[in-house]
């Protein structure tokens, strides 16, 4: 079963921010997520994408077959 957990590392450790209750060998995958400036940028990057695709007036014409 997987189980996604909050940590962070302190002295080249993984602290977990919550009890869990893990068995001593347990295999785990670690994910580092990106500080708070690059989550601004890639936030900000994809917003501009996805405005461009939903923000589309030429889909419009789908809504229009959706009313008869």
């Given at each position: 079963m997987l189980n996604t957990l909050?940590?962070?590392v302190k002295k080249e450790k993984?602290?977990?921010l919550e009890k869990a209750n893990i068995p001593e060998g347990t295999r785990v995958l670690v994910t580092v997520l990106p500080d708070d400036t690059d989550l601004q940028f890639w936030l900000k990057t994809s917003q501009i994408s996805?405005?461009?695709i939903w923000n589309n007036s030429e889909d419009d014409v789908y809504a229009e077959l959706l009313k008869e």
């Open positions: 909050w940590g962070v993984i602290e977990l996805l405005d461009a």
